[in-house]
């Protein structure tokens, strides 16, 4: 369960970066992205997949969410 | 010599890689790399801040270094306490060149040693209680501190002893901040786990000293310098050009800085990140809790500083976005005149960097300028996010090496030839024994600022003097100053 920092970047793309593994990413999909409910799956243009809990509103970005790692993505 | 290709650089590679026993080979084999611009990510080239492979000559420092030496030191009216033995802050001490302004001793203590001496008994009974009474020896001999803080060597770590108890005692006692900072050398692989662990210090114990207080007037267009630890000057350098564009540099982080500006950090527009690797925890943290985003940005030469001020400019209104334009202009007759004097003394030398967290990537448009090439380049303790942002800086086919050796960095100058080297004290006496031009790129060899437009002009000067020095014709014997020379160094590798 790594502890996810979430940011919008200029493009308002959701920036992904993970503070442990110095990993900054950008996220290509969210599963659940409307005004009432966000999260869900998350696929990095890396390849790799994360999953926030969903929740009922949009978070107030930036924000620290905790994250289950789905697959590897290598 | 030619530009090796990308065949060449790999073969040197495994070359250089041949004379390790099989685990270390396959271990160092992950740091080295040939660049290769179209990768968009550097995990799928190169591995980084891993630990040091026993036996080899690393450069890294540890995290007390990072800590006490780069983040915390240059606080200059703070008393940082190394904590602990007495060498680890006596054989640094005064030795990185934050320049400030003030009267060492009275109110501000930058280049002193202030230690806690372990002796014997101390590791036995443990360091507490001396501890305790230094804080109060500090404030009876230099009341003019505006706080303490405590940095852990080594040994606080190992005996256990509760530093964060003695600094909230202190605290209420003294009625200053005291901040204990858990950077025990043998944490982490490099100084930069010790970077980390100082910003954490700040935020836990500093950032929100002044929340919920309001006196202090706000512009629009208050910034704050992180990240610049004024080498030589640097941030007076950065931080002209800032203000003369219109901008309010509230903070500096920390070269010449106060712990006052420190505290009033959380209230400005917008964090200037100028080294990354040591303080982007920091702004990432500023951003999540104050919403207060930050950017990194390039002071070194003309086109990345235009570059940078113009990028700062687009996040404020048309009176900033015109004060950088007029900045821009206004040295642009000064820096013309310096690219004019010293391209053509200096066009297509080729150059190997190898320094700490930052300058790897930051220093190449500078050369650039000046006509001049990377063909190298490394990072003592980056990370993976740094060399991220150096595969689009450096050009196709250039060598990478992260936490290079002694024997490997030796061996590809050898091979590559490069016409100067930046990098550390540690490197310059091996290669200008080599017959090699050097700079020292951590302390701008007792010269600087380099960051600025006026910081450029020193940095060609300084090239220039290095390189075209006479000297160099007089190293090499008579029999091997023809064209055969190169060969017959490499081969006597
Ligand atoms: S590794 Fe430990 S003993 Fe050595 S300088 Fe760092 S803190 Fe001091």
């Known amino acids: 369960m790594p502890s996810v920092m979430l940011k919008k970047n200029a493009e308002g793309k959701l920036v992904f970066y993970v503070p442990k593994k110095d990993l900054e990413e950008v996220a290509e999909s969210i599963e659940f992205d409307t005004p009432d409910k966000w999260g869900g799956e998350v696929l990095l243009s890396d390849g790799s997949k994360y999953y926030f809990d969903p929740v009922n509103a949009q978070p107030d970005f930036p924000v620290t969410l905790r994250a289950k790692r789905l697959d590897s993505g290598e | ?82 904590h602990g033995p007495v060498g680890c802050g006596q054989y640094s001490r005064a030795g990185r060149r934050n320049y400030y302004v003030g009267t060492t001793g009275v109110n501000t203590f930058g280049t002193m040693n202030f230690t806690s001496d372990f002796q014997e008994k101390d590791i036995v009974f443990g360091g507490d209680k001396k501890l305790a009474k230094i804080m109060h020896e500090i404030e009876e001999l230099f009341p003019l501190n505006k706080g303490i803080s405590i940095q852990s060597e080594c040994p606080i770590g190992l005996i256990g002893d509760d530093i964060e ?162 900045v821009i202009a206004k040295y642009q007759a000064e820096y013309d005149a310096v690219i004019a004097k010293y391209k053509p003394r200096l066009q297509g030398k080729r150059v190997m960097l190898y320094v700490g967290g930052l300058r790897p990537r930051h220093v190449i448009g500078a050369y650039e300028d000046l006509g001049m090439e990377v063909v190298g380049t490394g990072y003592e303790f980056g990370h993976n996010d740094d060399y991220d942002r150096t595969i689009k ?34 490197e310059k006496y091996i290669f200008q024994k080599m017959g090699i031009p050097f700079r020292q790129m951590h302390s701008w060899d007792y010269s600087g600022p380099y960051h600025g437009y006026d910081g450029f002009a020193i940095f060609a000067r300084d090239m220039d003097m290095t390189l075209n020095n006479p000297c160099w014709k007089q ?7 023809d064209g055969s020379s190169k060969v017959a160094v490499a081969a006597s590798a």
């Open chain 2, 475 to 481: 190293v090499k014997v008579p029999w091997k100053t």
């Open chain 2, 393 to 426: 800086e450096m050009g196709n086919a250039t060598l990478i090496y992260d936490d290079v050796t002694g024997y490997e960095f030796e061996e590809f100058v050898k091979k590559v030839q490069p016409d100067l080297i930046g990098s550390g004290i540690k």
């Open chain 2, 1 to 82: 010599m030619a530009a090796l290709t990308k065949e060449e650089t790999e073969a040197l590679i495994q070359e250089v890689l041949e004379v390790y026993p099989e685990q270390a080979r396959k271990d160092r084999a992950k740091h080295l790399a040939v660049n290769d611009q179209s990768l968009e990510k550097s995990n799928k080239c190169i591995t980084s801040n891993r630990k040091s492979q026993p036996g080899v000559m690393t450069i890294r420092g540890c995290a007390y270094a990072g800590s006490k030496g780069v983040v915390w030191g240059p606080i200059k009216d703070m008393i940082h306490i190394s």
């Open chain 2, 165 to 326: 108890a003695v600094a909230k005692k202190a605290n209420k006692e003294i009625n200053k901040p005291v901040v204990p900072v858990r950077c025990e050398g043998f944490r982490g692989v490099s100084q930069s786990l010790g970077h980390h662990i100082a910003n954490d210090a700040i935020r836990d114990w500093v950032l929100e000293n002044r929340d919920g207080d309001d006196t202090f007037p706000t512009t629009p267009y208050d910034v704050a310098v992180i990240g610049d630890y004024n080498i030589g000057g640097d941030a007076w350098a950065s931080r002209t050009l800032l203000e003369e564009m219109g901008l309010r540099v509230v903070a500096q982080w920390s070269g010449d800085g106060t712990i006052a500006e420190m505290e009033k950090t959380p209230k400005v527009k917008l964090n200037l990140i100028h080294c990354y690797r040591s303080m982007n925890y920091i702004a990432r943290h500023m951003e999540e809790k104050y919403k207060i985003p930050w950017i990194e940005y390039n002071f070194f030469g003309p086109t990345k500083i235009a570059e940078s001020l113009r990028k700062i400019a687009a996040l404020f209104d048309e009176t900033i976005q015109a004060g950088a334009e007029k």
